[in-house]
DNA sequence: GTGCAATCGAACCGATTGGTTCGAATTATT
DNA sequence: AATAATTCGAACCAATCGGTTCGATTGCAC
């Protein structure tokens, strides 16, 4: 009984409400017409941008009335934002697993950097990523929001895994947020600012991704790997001799 | 005489009158009224988006009437093409003359990577990006034109500098091109994603962008410069290696 | 001065915008 | 069947959109 009827006083989704909560006993509950409506918006907006998506494409996309919209949703920039938070979830979701499976450091990173890569330059994903930019020059807070919650989290996770490889002793790094960032530029290489700015019309191949993160671990280890660590270190021996 | 009535049936700029040059001859030649409509082009545009943007609020602007606008330009996108071609020449104008100052190889990189990552983080800069990308969704010739000619023509000079250096036995490189991409990326680690999405509010300062580009120059050069090399492969013949 | 091209400025066009309202229709609970 | 909640769908709002037109005004060249 309680679950037929949507107990609206004590609902813990409270913050999707703040706007509706007054005389009336707010509508908008059911998960499934907003995951509709979402759905909706999310073509509309996504393939039109922000300012030139209008409520009424929604409206016809979602195959929802104008009315239920605005009963789920305050205005046009919170569904939008709704919607940019699904895609943020969705995005990110089990990116980052590969992280905790640490047999081989280089491999691991291999696999965690195609599978960065691949995400991230996947036309729909940089479709998503310009909506979103394009929007932050008028709302900021969005852009923040997006990057704080999706690329931040994710630099670091990254960073974490770093300590933990330098607290096993194989990679020494003296700034491990730089380093962080430097890996992800790396298996990225080039590939982000084509793909953003629609200079690639395709996203890359497995066998372009593979061949720019392998060479970007690579460098990525021979500057912080502590692999040849030593032996380099015995051979600048001979050069400094100042060493008690 | 010919330059008070502008000869329009032999004008060498067409291309900008070729939707107007019907019965009535063309007007639209003055540059300074063109510069002026584009400066007020400008900030509307960079500031509210392609979309967002009005002709009226451009007009307002550039205190230029609406019909004139028109004269000059055939219609909004025309004009914004107009102005995101412009932003492109000065944004990268200079930008990669000390490539062809080539004394010290690490120093001179280091001056190109901080000339780089302080142009491109610049609040000018990155305002002007997120609104060619976020138009890029509609309007994908024009991101692609923009990198095509703003930092693909830059790639190709790294590229190229790259390449001399080589030449002079200073790098050792098998993928050029990567390798380009590689250093832009080093030199931008993380700053151009958290700019663009308004992570960052603020552009970095010289202290930080000198730091991550020491950073990366170093991780560049240890793997691609020559200067240990010599030391590095006698060391490494006892371990190494099946690569031709 | 005269003439003429360029610009102005305002009105106008049809279409669309985000947002609101409300009675009718639908749906499910009891 | 009765009841209550929810959604629908259409109409409506003032405002604005890009784009066009045209007569009045300006300013420069002769």
């Known amino acids: 009984?309680?679950?037929?009827?949507?107990?609206?006083?004590?609902?813990p989704c409270g913050d999707l409400l703040d706007h509706v909560r007054?005389?009336?006993?707010?509508?908008?509950?059911?998960?499934?017409?907003?995951?509709?409506?979402?759905?909706?918006?999310?073509?509309?907006?996504?393939d039109k941008g922000f300012e030139a998506a209008s409520m009424n494409d929604i409206t016809r996309e979602a195959s929802v009335s104008k009315g239920t919209i605005y009963v789920y949703f305050a205005n046009k920039e919170e569904l939008f934002e709704?919607?940019?938070?699904?895609?943020?979830?969705?995005?990110?979701?089990?990116?980052?697993?590969?992280?905790?499976?640490?047999?081989?450091?280089?491999?691991?990173?291999?696999?965690?950097g195609k599978v960065l890569?691949?995400?991230?330059?996947?036309?729909?994903?940089?479709?998503?990523?310009?909506?979103?930019?394009?929007?932050s020059d008028r709302i900021p807070e969005l852009g923040a929001r997006f990057y704080e919650r999706g690329p931040k989290r994710g630099h670091d996770k990254v960073a974490a895994f770093l300590d933990a490889a330098?607290?096993?002793?194989?990679?020494?790094?003296?700034?491990?947020?730089?380093?962080?960032?430097?890996?992800?530029?790396?298996?990225?290489a080039g590939l982000f600012r084509q793909c953003i700015f629609a200079?690639?019309?395709?996203?890359?191949?497995?066998?372009?991704?593979?061949?720019?993160?392998r060479s970007g671990v690579g460098m990525f280890l021979k500057t912080y790997g502590t692999e040849n660590l030593a032996a380099e270190e015995s051979h600048q021996t001979i050069a400094i001799e100042a060493r008690p």
Request: aromatic share 6%; charged share 30%; hydrophobic share 40%.
């Open 22 to 46: 007054r005389g009336r006993p707010a509508a908008g509950q059911d998960p499934v017409k907003r995951s509709q409506i979402i759905e909706g918006a999310r073509r509309v907006f996504i």
């Open 82 to 112: 709704a919607l940019i938070e699904e895609e943020r979830g969705t995005i990110f979701k089990n990116m980052y697993d590969v992280l905790d499976n640490a047999d081989d450091l280089r491999e691991t990173l291999v696999k965690f």
């Open 1 to 11: 009984m309680v679950e037929t009827q949507p107990n609206v006083e004590t609902d």
């Open 166 to 188: 330098i607290e096993r002793g194989l990679l020494r790094i003296d700034d491990v947020d730089l380093a962080a960032y430097q890996f992800t530029e790396l298996c990225l």
């Open 117 to 135: 890569a691949l995400k991230i330059t996947s036309a729909k994903v940089i479709q998503a990523q310009r909506t979103v930019i394009g929007a």
């Open 199 to 213: 200079y690639r019309t395709k996203a890359p191949g497995q066998d372009e991704i593979d061949h720019i993160v």
